[in-house]
């Protein structure tokens, strides 16, 4: 059994960052695969990053290469996504999720590559 809790959210300007981090409980975290998917009202959870459980892989969502960055602290149970440059397109209800399927872009960008959920944490880009 995994928990998963973010925090991070807020408001944000533009071009601004922000540090979105998911706090995991469990003995086996280091276990898990980890991602980010975000939603915006009446649109489905779209895949934004995964990271592997190891930490050396990761995918991205087209529309956050080079902008976000997904990373992982096994000795504290987190994963981070950093964002930077942001857009107003990137305001969302982010969410972080584990999963211990095959590390494969097919299966970290599913819904369906992850046992666990968290509550989710807002993120709002002002123009």
């Known amino acids: 059994q995994v928990q998963l809790v973010e925090s991070g959210g807020g408001l944000v300007q533009a071009g601004g960052s922000l540090r979105l981090s998911c706090a995991a409980s469990g003995r086996t975290f280091s276990s898990y695969n980890m991602g980010w998917f975000r939603q915006t009202p009446g649109k489905e959870r779209e895949f934004v990053a995964a990271v592997a459980w190891s930490g050396s892989y990761t995918y991205y969502a087209d529309s956050v290469k080079g902008r976000f960055t997904i990373s992982r602290d096994n000795a504290k149970n987190a994963v981070y996504l950093q964002m930077n440059s942001l857009k107003p397109e990137d305001t969302a209800v982010y969410y972080c999720?584990?999963?211990?399927?095959?590390?494969?872009?097919?299966?970290?960008?599913?819904?369906?590559?992850?046992?666990?959920w968290g509550q989710g944490t807002q993120v709002t880009v002002s123009s």
């Open positions: 999720a584990a999963g211990q399927r095959i590390f494969s872009r097919s299966s970290v960008e599913s819904f369906g590559g992850y046992d666990y």
